[in-house]
């Protein structure tokens, strides 16, 4: 995984007392970053927590109801979390009791591809359900049986399709899909928030665009967003493709939806979206044909700016290489051309900068001329 720092954290732990987990393992075998880092162990989190409190690792009980327990490395942190077994579920929650069996840890995850653990010393990998043919084949495959994996945990519908579209190919499980639409309607028990969160996780990826498409298809995306309409999110992406945009989840978000500014802010809100969010969808919604890269920039700010562009199919162009420009004038210099302070000098502050941006930000001579022009009128 090449960080130098997890041995003195495994070292502590004891030898057989941890394994990399999930998706850790999963990244690695596909050659990709690791982001996060995961750990199990038969341990009980006292006794994780006093190993490395022994070892000088600092400790933080960050999930210590579920058995989680997080170490502070210099390099990042690693989450350790004692094997466990599902006692009760009720598809937005889960009570869990320690166990002792990898396997059994293994059969409450959700798809094969992260039941995979490997031995920080051996490297050996222990794959319970076939996770690695899986993962050869890109395929996403529900542990056991698909709907009850879905009933414990609503949420792993929206996590079937983010997969699909991270690690997918056109090995497409039937069961899996036939489970999430029978399904689909039990996504309404869970919180807005973490639909949100889901969502986004999957708008943020390279290309969602067929696993959208397919969430429509199967009454999945109906839903959580009944608004949405997937066929307007392949042309956004291949305009932040050609274009070098770099994916923004909040962009495709406005693309799934229509134009409709209040029809944005409910949706924004459903969602519970912090109030960035929510600023970016309705300057997003708010977008007309034609309008001009840089006065808009100048207007809603570059990100902003970008949005609507691209969701209008217009080239940004324009906007690279170019910075923000600063009103030269201020309303000091209005009233030391004998204006009275007050409502009279914000008129002619907004006359001017109109007229500025109208002609393309010229300099400070312009500005001159200009305002001598509106004083005049």
């Known amino acids: 995984m090449g960080r130098t720092d997890l041995a003195a ?109 490997a031995d920080p010393i051996t490297h050996e990998i222990h794959d319970y359900f076939n996770g690695l043919a899986d993962l050869a084949e890109r395929r996403v495959r529900f542990i056991g049986d698909a709907r009850q994996r879905i009933r414990e945990d609503h949420l792993r519908i929206l996590r079937y399709f983010r997969f699909q579209a991270r690690f997918g190919s056109d090995h497409i499980d039937t069961e ?56 307007a999110l392949p042309p956004l992406i291949t305009a932040e493709t050609t274009q070098g945009i770099a994916p923004d989840p909040v962009r495709r978000l406005a693309a799934l939806l229509p134009p ?19 600023k970016r969808l309705a300057l997003a919604a708010a977008r007309t044909p034609g309008e001009a890269p840089r006065a808009l920039a100048y207007r809603h700010g570059r990100e902003s700016a970008i949005d609507r562009l691209l969701l209008s199919g217009a080239r940004i162009a324009p906007l690279q290489g170019w910075d923000i420009p600063r009103f030269p004038l201020k309303g000091g210099d209005i009233v030391a051309r004998g204006i009275s302070a007050g409502p009279e000098v914000a008129r002619v502050l907004q006359a001017v ?22 004083l005049t009128d």
Not at 39 to 44: E, M, S, V, Y
Not at 96 to 110: I, L, T
Not at 179 to 197: D, N, P, Q, V, Y
Not at 353 to 374: K, M, Q, S
């Open 9 to 117: 954290l495994i070292a502590a732990l004891g030898p057989g007392n941890a394994r990399y987990v999930g998706g850790a393992v999963r990244d690695t075998l596909l050659g990709l970053p690791v982001k996060d880092v995961d750990i199990a162990t038969p341990l009980r989190p006292d006794a994780v927590t006093e190993r490395l409190a022994a070892a000088g690792i600092k400790v933080v009980p960050t999930g210590i109801e579920h058995g989680t327990v997080t170490a502070v490395l210099p390099q990042g942190p690693a989450e350790i979390t004692t094997l466990r077994r599902d006692v009760t579920t009720d598809g937005r929650r889960a009570t869990v009791a320690f166990a002792e069996d990898w396997r059994e840890d293994a059969a409450r995850r959700d798809f094969t591809i992260n039941a995979l653990y």
């Open 176 to 231: 899996a899909e036939l489970s999430c639409r029978e399904l689909a309607a039990t996504l309404k028990g869970l919180s807005r928030e973490r639909i949100a969160m889901e969502l986004l996780n999957l708008l943020a990826l390279p290309d969602p665009g067929p696993a959208i498409r397919r969430m429509h298809e199967l009454g999945v995306l109906p839903v959580i967003l009944p608004e949405a309409n997937p066929a």
């Open 260 to 278: 409709d500014p209040a029809l944005t802010e409910a949706v924004a809100s459903r969602f519970r979206l912090s109030g960035a969010q929510k």
């Open 353 to 374: 900068e109109a007229h500025w941006v109208a002609e393309g930000f010229p300099d400070a001579a312009r500005v001159a001329v200009l305002l001598e022009e509106t």
